[in-house]
């Protein structure tokens, strides 16, 4: 007989996980029962302070009560009805979300991968129905070193083996360019082309920003070239970076916007296309669905983060403590750390690889009580929710410094 939870331990936990889950993550070697703000408790009692945050589906922290009572209210009035019948929290929802990202169409979905294809989707349909690129010609240009989600057709056009390999025949109709090249991206846009789709920070590469006018160049050549602008905005929008969305760190408007993660309030997965009524306009009744999409649990919690966003607090937030994480990073430079990359409550670590990799850096933090995960080789990101404090950051700060240096 299999003992009551409560009484295994972390140990046990995690060995019992290994013959019934399959092997597809290899997590931190902490089991994480309840967690508050920027802080999580394992089974044991030991707190830890979380700067990864879901990779930002925890911007606004573990359990915010706004959120938590918004999902409370729904769920003792309505939960789910499907897309067949209309529900009272869809409408609003649409609005508020259209209104915060300046734009005017909304088509909401649950997870991030299910936005990307949701947006490649569209943007195909706009190409043939809009700009009348010749059936099953329509090509959408990705950056290399990506990270869009996992399906078959997003996995097709990254450039991670370890993502691809295995899982083909994969879906024709991408072409891959360097990042933050705009000569490279000029060359691959033709008349077939019906979107540029990019992170405007690449986040699963190392936080990687491009060189400013990056962005306001793809801006400018999409314009030109005539195809949309698709902005994946599922880890650096909804107040990460500073701003709302990242692309607002340059005077830039895609077409579409991805969003994701944050969206959902860390309570159920919320994601969502955003888009002029000319792109998002192409869909009709049947071309596209989800059972789960703007569910009114989903659908209310989302609204309650549109409503803690349109306050620009957690915006502010993000762009002040930002600051604090920069010059604390800056202080580590070489002692320990080779190179960073910050912006907002973001950072890419690159540590110096005779310390250790990533994984057991972060290993040395996790017992020091601060979680972080590793990113490619000797890479660790910094992702803590907006709520955390200066004095949590200068601590995690310190701790990162103790890790190091000792
Ligand atoms: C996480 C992420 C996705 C995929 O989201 P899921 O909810 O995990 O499917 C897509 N794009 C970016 C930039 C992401 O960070």
Not at 216 to 233: H, W
Request: glycine share 12%; aromatic share 6%; charged share 20%.
């Amino acid at each position: 007989m299999t003992a009551p939870a409560r009484a295994r331990g972390s140990q046990e936990l995690i060995r019992a996980e290994e013959p019934v889950l399959a092997h597809n993550y290899h997590p931190l070697p902490v089991v994480v029962a309840r967690a508050e703000g920027a802080w999580v408790e394992d089974i044991e009692g030991r707190r830890y302070l979380d700067m990864l945050a879901g990779y930002s589906a925890l911007n606004f922290g573990h359990r915010h009560p706004a959120l938590v009572d918004a999902a409370h209210r729904q769920l003792d009035r309505l939960t789910l009805t499907s897309r067949a019948f209309h529900h009272d929290r869809l409408a609003g929802f649409a609005e508020r979300l259209a209104a915060l990202t300046g734009t005017d169409m909304v088509l909401p979905m649950n997870t991030g991968a299910e936005a990307v294809e949701s947006g490649i989707k569209v943007a195909r349909k706009w190409a043939y129905d809009v700009k009348g690129v010749p059936a099953d010609r329509a090509t959408i240009v990705v950056a290399a070193d990506n990270f869009h989600g996992r399906t078959t057709t997003i996995v097709g056009f990254s450039t991670d083996e370890t993502a691809r390999a295995g899982f083909g025949p994969f879906t024709p109709g991408f072409r891959v360019v360097p990042y933050n090249d705009l000569a490279a991206l000029e060359e691959a846009v033709d008349e077939t082309t019906a979107a540029v789709l990019i992170e405007p920070i690449q986040g699963e590469a190392g936080v990687l920003i491009p060189d400013d006018g990056y962005l306001a160049g793809v801006r400018e050549l999409t314009r030109r070239a005539g195809c949309l602008f698709v902005a994946d905005e599922i880890q650096s929008g909804l107040g990460r970076t500073g701003r709302t969305l990242a692309v607002e760190h340059e005077p830039v408007v895609p077409d579409v916007v991805l969003l994701g993660k944050a969206l959902g309030g860390g309570i159920v997965p919320v994601s969502a296309v955003v888009g002029s009524r000319g792109v998002l306009g192409v869909l009709r009744p049947g071309e596209h669905g989800s059972t789960f999409g703007g569910n009114p649990l989903a659908a209310a919690v989302g609204t309650a983060v549109v409503e803690l966003l349109e306050t620009g607090e957690f915006q502010r937030r993000a762009a002040e403590l930002g600051t604090v994480l920069r010059e604390g990073l800056a202080a580590l430079v070489g002692r320990g750390v080779v190179g960073f990359r910050a912006r907002g409550l973001w950072a890419g670590v690159d540590v110096d690889p005779a310390l250790g990799s990533g994984r057991e850096i972060s290993e040395r933090l996790m017992r020091e009580g601060v979680l972080v995960k590793d990113t490619h080789g000797s890479t660790i990101r910094l992702a803590p929710p907006l709520t955390v404090t200066g004095e949590e950051l200068r601590g995690a700060l310190g701790t990162l410094e103790k890790v190091l240096t000792s």
